[in-house]
């Protein structure tokens, strides 16, 4: 039998897997970029990315627990302007790079998309759900169809690339916002972004363990609501998704690809088994599908809706 | 991560050294699993989280090193015996030991700069059974950390008020042709690691140098201790000649809190709101 | 030093820990209330019961996966009155019984209540919030304000027992929910109901593996959610909080407490560490609080808050 | 669970063996970290999950036996070789073999009624070497279960169509006056299990018998299968005299799947929608 293919189309772009490294994961420099394109990813987002410089939250930001990690990074960024100086030149990465854009209006999305718009990004993301950052996200009410139609069809007008949205596991009719997404002009939907927010307590310090108290979950927690949601979306709309939450094996990839996904994010399984895990991914991915006569990523999407 | 804590577990202070005007070491009663070069993340509950390095180490004991620069080190020199510090790790990858300073075959050097002996402290004890030739740095006298923690160390100031007038990097000329050493193991100054760097590639002596990055989430996902595509806080602290001789942004840039790209010396001048 | 007091009091009904077994785990029938509390819970509930009878989602309900369960048994049970006729004398139980009642509509919860009225439960639970059970809960619009207060009021007019709410984590604003309870004329919270729902998918079976597709998620990866909804809940109303969600060690009960929980719960442990696990989480704590010179749970109760 | 499968792993259906009018066996080739008595649940996607004992066992197959009995059950004898069934387990504790069965200086004897057979079936082969007597019932000759899988088995059925008339159990008073059993295995209606176990409590002989209950979890927390404060998947299947002696539900109430509580006979009776 032959080798599985593994490219995607996403948006026109071509991929040559479909494993995509998430928004604030190692995206800082392009240094790190073209470490994570050599460890085998098909493509990379950015660190989300504001018009103006975010500190972000004190430290600590990030804390694993058994079932995954908590995180409120709180956008930390240097802002648009200097993230355009940083991210230069893209053809150096081998791999098609994701812009990641947040703002509190509108208005602020389009600004930083502006900035960005000679870098040579091959899409862009909005992620209107983070839930541990005030003024941003779902902490901004950016998690109803109303605003999501809102900054959708903003930033549609202000750039042609292919604008992802990012979507929340907490919001229950997820396939509305999806939708809404789409009818404003999305051209793809990742799914998902943290879910809680939740708190881990030191009880020895008698104090919530984030400087923020609370925190996105991701990693092995969320990994079946993440696919529930792909599963939700998938039946909602007919732009591809990029399913995103817990996937750390290639078991877990095919799984969130049945539920309806056309890429996959591999975020805290960084954490887990290191940053070649994106190869690890895609061999294991390879050796599944030979067994069980899978061609490519294509046949496989959204087969667990039959 | 291997025998370590991946969550702060809160640890009691039980005994507090002064070290020199700016600098105490905070001791705990605690059997770390700790390799020389690895560091630790220290939670004050309720301000903000650092990185340090094992200074003091033993089979139910280890200490830390802790200069005043910002914030959070200052709180920490407020603190007292019986306060509780949270301490999550080791992380990251140590010194490495070859075989010829094992066997006393190679001679090493240890080069420290400022509060960077802090990192080297541990390393030396487990060199010290070996030819060993440790120096010293600081700006004066009153700033120097371990001058007496070890018999055979020579010392240099930036002002002259002890030992050798300039600095550490100035001697090493001279201490390898006598000594030939086959590793120089540094930590200091960013500037100072570059020159030492530099030197050892022109000698083809083995180098390795124990990084600063300001760190968040200490566990290689967050891309914020970046170096050139490498994580400090995982892939470092300490990097090799080859891995060092690839780093452009050694010696030279670094990145603040938000990620903004600056070189090392405002990366140095640069204080938490 | 003595040994610190674990008992607690719970609108009135003393504890002689602060452990309590959730709805759903094991309380089909009183042979297993007497195992339960047998094994150290300091108070039971008993499987949720509506009007009728009800067989609930076919098999597969629950499954479990590597951060807790996955379920959508579909409230099984057989229905007020044969409820009424197996928990008869519950004098026999050496612990305080609380009976979970579910209905679609605020009468169909009174109707249970008066059904149940003669069997000496020591308080009547309202879980308005399971998220995969068509007609009941989220699924029933039973998570707002409004709906909550209904349901409440009418109870309330209906029985001197005190009454438990118990909320979904997936309500963001958690805080309000509680609130509404309690102005409504609830005694306790209980925080939280499953998390999702969530999906899992066999990948060779192409199909999601429970028969109802979806389901809620407890154990481990709910446990930071839920103590950040205790956190939040704490914050809101002064009535006590049962804590329950993830909870399999005495450090995670401590937590809990510390969180704002006068009670914790404790159900998806009983899978991974025996029916014992209540004594042995309050063997934890017991040698937790002396190390740490807390004398009673009052003491610790949302010191985190501080 | 130690070694088994937390989820259902789906498996191929290597092979199919018509047992009696209505029932067969499926084997699959894989390694089961089984003891007899445990039991597995097998999944039909789409369709439902029950439990199984494991009636054939080697070191890279395993086999259950399937009585046709409601809707899965009928499913399962439509499919073919090559089909696949999700497997998780095996859960639960099994038979006990105690000292004097394993070194030969003590009887057991093996009861089987109908299709609870095919939770004997293991035992038995594990116990072959010993001396053991084996008695199998069913209401008739074709519904006979394993009757040439033994040399030595003595067979009974309702009518008298093989084997003597009568039940098994009719037997054991002048079996047990010749092997003077130490302990009755026993696993098949809830009704003879019951007999066997009266006659052992008289005769002071040890009995284990394996239960059925309507089963959801399988991993004992829902509580459905409870008899009497046990959960038969996690306490049982199997029980010995003690646990038995304390379960007044033991041959008299079961639970329907909504968890009402009905005779054993009633329970029989029953069928899924
Ligand atoms: C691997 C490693 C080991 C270290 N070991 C030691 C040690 O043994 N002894 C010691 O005194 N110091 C050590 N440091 C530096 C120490 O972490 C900082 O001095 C300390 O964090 C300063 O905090 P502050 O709030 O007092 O100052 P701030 O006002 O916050 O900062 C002053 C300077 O400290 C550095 N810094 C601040 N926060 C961080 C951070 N989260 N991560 C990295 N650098 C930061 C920056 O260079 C900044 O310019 C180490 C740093 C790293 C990366
Ligand atoms: C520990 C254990 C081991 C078993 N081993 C075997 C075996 O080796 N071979 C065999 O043929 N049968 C075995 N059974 C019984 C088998 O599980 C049922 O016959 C089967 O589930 C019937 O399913 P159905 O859909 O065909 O019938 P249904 O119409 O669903 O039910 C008919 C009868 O089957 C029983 N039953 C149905 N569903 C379940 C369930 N989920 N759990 C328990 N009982 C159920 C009930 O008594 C019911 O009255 C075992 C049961 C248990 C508890
Ligand atoms: C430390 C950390 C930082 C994150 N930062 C961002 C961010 O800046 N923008 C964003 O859209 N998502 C952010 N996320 C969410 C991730 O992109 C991703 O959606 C989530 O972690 C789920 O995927 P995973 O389980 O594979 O990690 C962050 C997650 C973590 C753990
Ligand atoms: C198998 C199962 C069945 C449940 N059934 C009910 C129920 O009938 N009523 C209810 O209010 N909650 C039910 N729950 C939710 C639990 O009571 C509890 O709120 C949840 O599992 C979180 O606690 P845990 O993590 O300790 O399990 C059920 C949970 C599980 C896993
Ligand atoms: S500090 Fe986050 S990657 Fe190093
Ligand atoms: S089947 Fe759930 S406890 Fe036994």
Redesign the pocket.
Known sequence: MTTPNLTIDLCGTKLSNPTVLPSGFLGTSKSLLKRVADSGAGAATIKSVSFEAREGHK?PTVIPFEAGLLNAVGYSNPGAEETAREFTNLEDVSIPVIASVIGTEAGDFVRVVDKLSASGFSAIELPLSCPHTPGFGLLAGQGTPESTKDIVSAVRKATKLPIFVKLSPNILEIGNLAKAAEDAGANAITAVNTLGPGMIINIEARNPVLSYRVGGVSGQALRPIATRCVYDIYEAVKIPIIGTGGISTGRHAIEMIMAGAAAIGVGTGIYERGIDIFSKICREMETWMSENNFNNINEMTGIAHE | MSNGFDQPVMMKIDKIINESDDTKSFMFRHNLDYKPGQ?IMVWLPGI?E????V?YYGDDFFG???????????YMHSMGVGEQLGIRGPF?HGFSITDNIKDGSGNACVIGGG?GM??LTVLIESLQDNNTTILTGATTKTTLLFKNRYKDITIFTDDGSEGSKGYPTDALEDLHKENSYSIIYTCGPEIMMSKVYEFCKKHNIQCEA?L?????CGIGICGQCVCDGQM?CKDG?VFDSQALGKMSDFGNYSLLKSGQKVSIND??K???A
């Open positions: 430290n | 560091f903000d650092k990185p340090f390095a200074s830390i090193t802790v200069l005043v620069r910002g914030k959070s080190t200052k990251g509060c802090a990192s124990s600063e990055r300001y760190m968040k400090v602290p990366y140095g640069w204080k938490e």
